[in-house]
């Protein structure tokens, strides 16, 4: 072979032919490649071929096809690399590290030769360059079925490095290093043991012995829940030597150097969510090293600074640049658009990507999640939290050893531990050789793109270098100079500058300094500040100077607008986060702003870099493509001022909350259809706004019930379901009834018995056993209002009786609450007491009434063509299949359900269909499939928060599948199959590739657009 060819099989299958990837498109063929890989340098026969391709079934003419598809697979490789034999076919591998299995393997055999050896530091290199290999599951790309012979001991071979790896690590004395791995090996394999003891000693061995011991628990109770049997011998004496502080336990000093390279390096594609840049970043290079050597010698690093120094874009660049150092992501939240302390945590968690929907608070889900994770925490905008934030980030700290945060504010959290990189203005000295200062750099990219010709003569560039000077190199005060530059020349923005300035200078004494407000210059050096660089004059240019360019700057642009887009500038520092058009024309008209006149004021403050836009995103798909806006935290700031000084901020609050009130009411009119979706995607993104609504609403008892009916609409949508959580739903109906002038609630609000109601409904969904006295509650308030039998009440009653009694008695009265919601016009309510109805006569009823109940859940689903209620329309059918006719035909619609609640983004409602797959299994006798997803839905609770407990129907369906399943496995297999499920990072395409060999459903995933292995469309 004249080309140089690399093959792998550790992920989907994979060709780069020098040095560029070789694209095998159909299934058959790249079968037909794996079949070689998988015996490289060994002679496949025909036969062998033709069983990997169709197994027992194979078609008239296979061998003949075979021959076909060896000659498509030539063509697509080239020569020379397919070779035939008079037995059958060959492919030659030129070398072993041309073949990443084989790669993998010879670095393992190295590997565990230095170990031997006593050179662990060697060996730690060795398997970690082995691991690297992996891309993913093996032949991830291709049916399961046909390479049985494969995977699994490939998966063993996985794990046994990774055990290496381990040891190795722990053996050069960097238990610290070991933890994030050892916590993805107990998670993904929670019955093995071995994974258990090393995490135990890895914690150990860092000095965090509490943990340890706390790990032992846990496994002992995963142990007992799933096999009924306690630790083995070897995890119960390491537990006793470590209660015992045995010698040789002691914990290894942690190493505080760098991290040796290519140990425990991450991949690439690290998890994360930092958003994409969308203009050009000029300069800071020194202000970059140093954030980043902050960081390497402390665990949290606040960088301050004046409105406008460019903080938020320093600190997302240096995260960028850190990435590959954090193997578990760098997580950005924007705190800008919180006013609430207490949702601060939530506002993290949801930033992480955790919807955790149970009773515990999101600070303990937080604690949990990052305990051994390394990762990069960015906490952006601060300033007005900064109690809050310092209480969290100390709490994060302490709880986990391998995190970092990276925080901006305008002042200091005054944590332990904590360094301070006082963020400087971009520089105004050219380079030595003469390159631009940065300053300046910014000004020509930013007027550039705002049309402006360029300029070439040294006095325009020499009043360019002014201009940045008089602006003090504040990055936002040259930007909303640079736009002016598309009409006016340098010289007549410097000219009106200047005239700005005079004037402040008159009412504004110019204040020097030499860094933040509160830090003397002698406390420089002792808490890591970075002090900022010396201004033109060779003294350090305070804050007091720097707010007053800002302030001019801001002046100025506000001058330049029309008196219209004046006003509409302050009225839109109402929004938090972003909005749109139609909630422009609701707020902010009147008084001087006409609703024709909306459009074209904000297009003006659009291109006067007040306003940005944003056109959509992939986020968006159903809600459309309506543009949505926003205002940078500097200019809205300046535009709140702006409305209290002209006495109306009061007067737009209302209107803001207003119109937000009536959106939750028109979703919680409308949401049970064909829009339902849209209408949850949009509340997602409108998020902000409500909490800021809601948090205006709290500060005034008149206000509160209307801010208790925004959090029950929100709630009657599933809005917190799928844009937060439960327990931030039930954080706002507590602390506004809290505020309620009286007990019913007040006009214009939700009355008391439906906020009751619905707080009823989260505990019950959350299995909390304070729902029983929540449901004593709305019955009190109900009698208060005289309506003790009003449905809330009844539906209350009936969904108590299905979760926590089991009583059959639930069935009547959900039909009851359902016929009352039918006749009083509240069509959503009806539909969630006819699902309960439904579940509630599949579990507790006979079989008639259960079909009845479903037949007619179905129907309204399929009416009203909501598609979250068609999921659980689905899931119904499963279920009543599965307890009141033939298990087998409860498959497809269960799969169905997944294959939709995928697709909606729905994380809650896995939960259920996996576990109900897995009893429909476990009835179809499919044991070992069973434990397969029991385990994977186990790890779908765990990532939401769902519970069994307090939900008694579903625990006892859960318990019986158990307990049936081990009667036809032994400990072993059922260990086995449990940790294939719960260790699978897709549990979903787990389950409906199971499914799809049990039972004839591939139709409902391929109909859906969903492939998982052994679910193939037709070529």
């Given at each position: ?5 690399e093959?792998?099989i ?16 159909a ?6 490649l ?13 036969a ?12 008239h ?5 075979v ?9 697509a490789?080239?020569?020379g ?12 591998v ?8 084989r ?6 055999t190295e ?17 970690d ?8 599951e ?42 994030p ?7 993904g ?6 994974f258990w003891?090393?995490?135990?000693l ?10 340890a011991?706390?790990?032992?628990r ?10 009924g ?30 991290r040796?390279a290519?140990?425990?390096a991450p991949?690439?594609d690290?998890?994360g ?12 290079e ?5 954030t ?17 120094v460019?903080?938020t874009r ?11 150092s ?7 939240t ?13 506002a ?8 955790d ?17 390394r ?33 901006t ?5 005054c ?12 520089t105004?000295r050219?380079g ?5 200062c ?14 402006a010709?360029?300029?070439?003569d040294e ?27 598309s009409?006016l ?5 410097l ?5 700005r ?6 009412r ?20 890591g ?10 003294f350090?240019?305070g ?13 100025w ?10 006003l ?14 139609v909630?422009v ?21 659009v ?13 968006r ?16 700031q ?9 006495g109306?901020?009061?007067?737009v609050?209302l209107?803001h ?11 919680a009119?409308?949401?049970?259809g ?36 925004i ?28 505020r309620?002038?009286?007990?019913a ?7 008391a018995?439906v906020v ?14 304070a ?17 003790a ?29 359902r ?13 969630m ?6 579940m ?5 009823g006979?079989?008639d009434a259960?079909?009845t ?6 129907a ?12 659980w ?17 409860a498959?497809a619609?269960?799969c169905d359900?997944?294959?939709r ?9 896995p939960?259920?269909?996996l ?6 299994l476990?009835a179809?006798?499919r044991?070992?499939e ?15 928060g ?5 939900l ?34 897709d ?24 492939r ?7 070529e």
């Amino acid at each position: 072979m004249d080309a140089q060819y690399e093959f792998g099989i550790l992920g989907p299958v994979r060709v780069v032919r020098d040095g560029r990837d070789v694209v095998i498109g159909a299934v058959q063929l790249r079968t037909v490649l794996a079949a070689l890989l998988v015996e490289a340098d060994r002679v496949v026969p025909v036969a062998a071929l033709v069983d990997r391709l169709w197994g027992d079934g194979p078609p008239h003419g296979a061998r003949n096809a075979v021959q076909n598809y060896v000659l498509r697979l030539r063509r697509a490789l080239g020569p020379g690399v397919v070779l035939t034999d008079r037995c059958g076919y060959v492919l030659r591998v030129a070398e072993p590290g041309r073949l990443d299995v084989r790669g993998f393997a010879s670095l393992v055999t190295e590997g565990r030769a230095a170990a031997g050896e006593g050179r662990p530091e060697r060996a730690a290199e060795l398997f970690d360059r082995a691991l690297g290999l992996w891309r993913g599951e093996p032949l991830g790309d291709l049916p399961v079925e046909r390479f049985q012979d494969v995977v699994p001991a490939l998966h063993e071979e996985h794990l046994a490095a990774q055990e290496a790896w381990v040891d190795a690590v722990l053996a050069c004395g960097r238990p610290a290093d070991a933890l994030p791995r050892l916590r993805r090996l107990t998670d993904g394999h929670p019955l093995d043991e071995r994974f258990w003891a090393r995490r135990m000693l890895a914690l150990y061995r860092c000095g965090r012995q509490g943990e340890a011991l706390e790990c032992f628990r846990l496994v002992s109770a995963v142990l007992a829940d799933e096999l009924g049997i306690d630790p083995g011998a070897e995890l119960k004496d390491l537990h006793q030597r470590m209660l015992t502080a045995a010698p040789d336990l002691v914990p290894t000093p942690r190493r505080h150097g760098p991290r040796t390279a290519g140990v425990g390096a991450p991949s690439s594609d690290a998890p994360g969510n930092l958003p994409a840049e969308t203009t050009s970043f000029v300069g800071r290079e020194h202000e970059i090293d140093r954030t980043g050597r902050l960081l390497a010698q402390g665990r949290l690093v606040t960088l301050t600074g004046v409105g406008g120094v460019g903080k938020t874009r320093l600190a997302l660049r240096t995260a960028r640049r850190l990435a590959p150092s954090f193997p578990d992501g760098v997580w950005l939240t924007d705190l800008a658009a919180l006013t609430d302390p207490a949702l601060l945590e939530r506002a993290v968690a949801e930033s992480l990507g955790m919807r955790d929907q149970s009773m515990r608070s999101a600070g303990e889900a937080i604690v949990d999640r990052l305990r051994d994770r390394r990762l990069l925490l960015v906490l952006d905008n601060c300033e007005h939290l900064v109690g809050a934030v310092a209480a969290l980030v100390l709490r994060l700290l302490r709880a986990a050893p391998e995190l970092r945060v990276l925080a901006t504010s305008r002042e200091r959290l005054c944590v332990p531990g904590e360094h301070v990189l006082l963020v400087p203005c971009l520089t105004l000295r050219d380079g030595p050789d003469g390159t631009p200062c940065e300053a300046v750099r910014l000004l020509v990219d930013r007027s550039a793109a705002s049309g402006a010709p360029p300029w070439a003569d040294e006095r325009r560039a020499a009043a360019a270098t002014e201009l940045c000077r008089r602006l003090d190199g504040i990055p936002l005060a040259i930007e909303l100079a640079a736009v002016r530059l598309s009409a006016l020349t340098v010289e007549e923005v410097l000219e009106r500058l200047e005239d700005r300035f005079h004037l402040l200078s008159a009412r504004h004494e110019r204040v020097p300094g030499a860094g933040p407000p509160g830090v003397e210059p002698s406390d420089v050096r002792q808490s890591g500040i970075e002090p900022s660089g010396a201004g033109p004059s060779g003294f350090m240019a305070g804050p007091g100077r720097y707010r007053h360019t800002l302030r001019g700057v801001m002046d100025w642009s506000h001058g330049l607008c029309t008196p219209a887009e004046r006003l509409l500038w302050s009225r839109l520092s109402v929004f938090v986060g972003g909005f749109d058009l139609v909630a422009v024309e609701s707020v902010c008209t009147g008084g001087g702003i006409a609703r024709a006149a909306v459009l074209d004021l904000v297009d003006g403050l659009v291109h006067k870099s007040v306003v940005t836009v944003d056109h959509g995103d992939a986020g968006r798909r159903r809600y459309g493509s309506t543009s949505r806006y926003r205002l940078l935290e500097t200019i809205r700031q300046y535009g709140a001022e702006r409305l209290r000084a002209e006495g109306d901020a009061t007067g737009v609050r209302l209107r803001h909350c207003e119109y937000y009130r009536d959106l939750a009411a028109r979703a919680a009119a409308e949401w049970c259809g064909p829009d339902e979706v849209g209408w949850l995607e949009r509340l997602r993104m409108e998020l902000p706004n409500v909490r800021s609504a809601l948090d205006f609403c709290r500060a005034d008892p008149g206000r509160a019930p209307t801010g208790a009916q925004i959090t029950v609409d929100l709630m009657r949508t599933r809005a917190w379901f799928f844009g937060s959580t439960l327990g931030e739903a039930r954080h706002w109906i507590e602390s506004l009834s809290a505020r309620f002038p009286d007990a019913a609630g007040g006009a214009g609000g939700a009355p008391a018995v439906v906020v009751t109601a619905m707080k009823t409904f989260i505990a019950l969904v959350q299995g909390d056993p304070a729902a029983t006295s929540y449901l004593a509650e709305c019955r009190n308030a109900a009698r208060a209002d005289g309506a003790a039998q009003a449905a809330p009440v009844e539906y209350m009653t009936g969904v108590h009786g299905l979760l926590v009694l089991s009583d059959p008695a639930s069935i009547d009265r959900l039909a009851r609450a359902r016929a009352e919601f039918a006749a009083g016009g509240q069509p959503g309510d009806a539909h969630m007491a006819t699902m309960f109805w439904a579940m509630a006569a599949a579990f507790l009823g006979g079989g008639d009434a259960a079909r009845t109940a479903c037949a007619a859940y179905v129907a309204e689903a399929e009416a009203a063509g909501a598609e979250w209620a068609l999921t659980w329309a689905q899931w119904c059918t499963g279920l009543t299949e599965l307890l009141h006719g033939d298990p087998r035909l409860a498959l497809a619609p269960l799969c169905d359900a997944l294959v939709r609640q995928r697709a909606v983004d729905d994380n809650w409602g896995p939960a259920w269909s996996l576990e109900t797959l897995a009893w429909t299994l476990g009835a179809l006798g499919r044991h070992r499939e069973a434990v397969v997803v029991l385990g994977a839905a186990r790890r779908h609770r765990q990532v939401t928060g769902a519970q069994l407990t307090g939900l008694h129907p579903f625990a006892a369906l859960h318990a019986r599948t158990r307990s049936v399943v081990r009667e036809h496995l032994s400990a072993g297999a059922y260990a086995d199959a449990w940790e294939r499920g719960a260790g699978d990072g897709d549990g979903i395409a787990l389950a409906l590739n199971i499914a799809y060999e049990v039972g004839e459903v591939g139709e409902v995933c391929e109909a859906e657009g969903v492939r998982v292995a052994g679910v193939r469309a037709a070529e």
